[in-house]
Structures are given as C-alpha cells and as structure tokens.
C-alpha cells in the first residue's frame, strides 16, 4: 500500500499544467494527502475516476485547505481537530482562525486513521509563534486520542525541520520561522508520543533530503532547501513499514510529494 502527501500550494494551478495527471499516472498512490489546496472541490474538474476525493476547504476562497483522494472507502470521515480539544487551545489570531481554514482532515480505514494537516506558518517575524505553540499540542492531542483506538498514519506540511540535518542552511536559519526553538520541540513532543518519522527510520542520518526550496536564487536547482513535509506513522506500524521517500523530481509545486510504502491491503 502507498500513501503520498504532497503540498501542491494550489490545485487547480497543478491540473492545469498537467502535473497532478503525470504524478497520479506514474506513482498510483492508494491513498493521496493534499496541503493547500486553494479550492473548493465544486472549482475543480478531476478525472480520476479510480480515486474518490474527500475536502476540507478554507471559509475563505483561494487559501489553504486540504484533501485526500483514496481508491480505498473510508469508514468515516472527519473534518478539523474536534471541538473538546479546540475550546482548550487559542487557535485563532491577527491573521484568522485556523479551525476554519481547512487544515485537517483525517479518514478512518479498518486497520489505521489517515490525517492531512497544514500546520500555520509561523510568519518571518515570529508573531504566529504563539499560535504554534497552541496549535501544535492541540493536533497532536487529536492524533493521540485516535491512536487509542487504532494505529494513526498522519502527514502534510508541518512547516518545521526538525533537526539540522532538515535544512541546508541550519546555522543561518537557527532561531527563524520554520527552524525555532518552538516549533522543534512541537516535533520532538510527536515523537515522544509513539510516532515515527518514517524517512529517518530508512535514513537516519542522510543528508539533504528536501521536501520545499524557495523561488528564488534556483534553491531547488541547488538543492538549498528544507524538509518540512513528513509522514509519521505509528511505531506499531513499523513491522509493516517497507520504504519512505521522498520524491523531488515531481515538479508542478514549490514542495514535493513524500510517500511510505505498508505491506497492507485495504
């Protein structure tokens, strides 16, 4: 079984050059997690007829949102982080609020959950860092309480590397949005609670691995870039995990689609 996440930073920009087609041809994901979509899904023509597709889009038109298209039925559909875990966090500030901009979504198959995330950016001068530090716990609450139904897969963006094997630039960028002492410890706190960083399980400690480049200065042509995409995986998983890649010759987004690879059928 393969489960994909990428980023596509606008989906209807990503059909429209073809590349979604290209990547769905070549790589048949069983299961594809999507980070900002941009859309509503009555804005969007798919010709996927293998795959249903499931959204969560943002309140606002054109901005952030989620998807996941499966060629496998879920049992259940669920959209955000659940009310009993928002009322105790504040999840909303200057820029909006984040339970309404379509972050989460996460299915319920028989074996395992499935969760999407966009995780808030923390903004170049940091004044989102608050915002992190509630979001942050309150996701990672969510997947915990679903792990003591069922092992939990979660994936997406999480605009953060982790460690400075994350990013080509670690010194530069120590203390900056994506590379703060906060955001590494909302990683680090995942961790602790039972779930793996698959890519490391495969390759512990190979370097430039990167998963987003900015537009500018050809960073991905260079490869000076960051790893802030992931796909965790519950550790009761592991016998069962065969490979996690990621995949930077997909092009079509300034991030690349990651993957992991289970010996399971839905």
């Known amino acids: 079984m393969k489960i994909f996440s990428w980023n596509v ?16 041809a070549k ?3 069983d299961v594809l997690c999507l980070q900002e979509t941009k859309a509503n899904q009555d ?18 038109k054109g901005y952030s949102g989620t998807a996941i298209f499966t060629k496998h039925e879920p049992e259940a559909i669920f959209y955000g982080i659940p009310e009993k875990i928002t009322k105790k966090h504040v999840l909303n500030d200057k820029y909006g609020d984040t339970t309404k901009e379509g972050r989460v979504l996460t299915l319920e198959f028989e074996h395992f959950f499935i969760s999407t995330v966009y995780t808030p950016n923390a903004k170049d001068d940091l004044s989102r860092i608050p915002m992190r530090t509630e979001w942050d ?10 792990q003591k139904q069922k092992p939990v897969i979660f994936c997406g ?7 400075e094997l994350d990013l080509a630039r670690p010194k530069p960028n120590e203390g900056k949005k994506g590379f703060t ?17 698959t890519l490391r399980v495969f390759h512990p400690a190979t370097p430039e691995l990167y998963t987003w480049w900015s537009h500018w200065g050809g960073a991905r042509e260079r490869n000076v870039g960051w790893r802030i995409d992931y796909v965790m995986a519950d550790e009761r998983l592991s016998d069962i995990l065969t490979s996690a890649k990621i995949h930077p010759d997909v092009l079509g987004s300034d991030h690349c689609p990651v993957s992991i690879e289970l010996t399971l059928e839905l």
């Open 43 to 60: 804005q969007v023509e798919l010709d996927f007829p293998e795959y249903e597709s499931y959204w969560h889009s943002a309140e606002k």
């Open 137 to 146: 716990p309150a996701y990672l609450e969510y997947m915990v309480s679903l």
């Open 157 to 163: 963006d999480f605009n953060v590397a982790h460690t």
């Open 181 to 197: 002492a906060e955001e590494r410890m909302g990683f680090d706190a995942m961790l602790q609670a039972g779930f793996l960083d």
């Open 27 to 29: 790589h048949q994901p």
């Open 9 to 24: 930073n606008g989906i209807r920009a990503v059909l429209k050059k073809g590349d979604l087609q290209r990547f769905i």
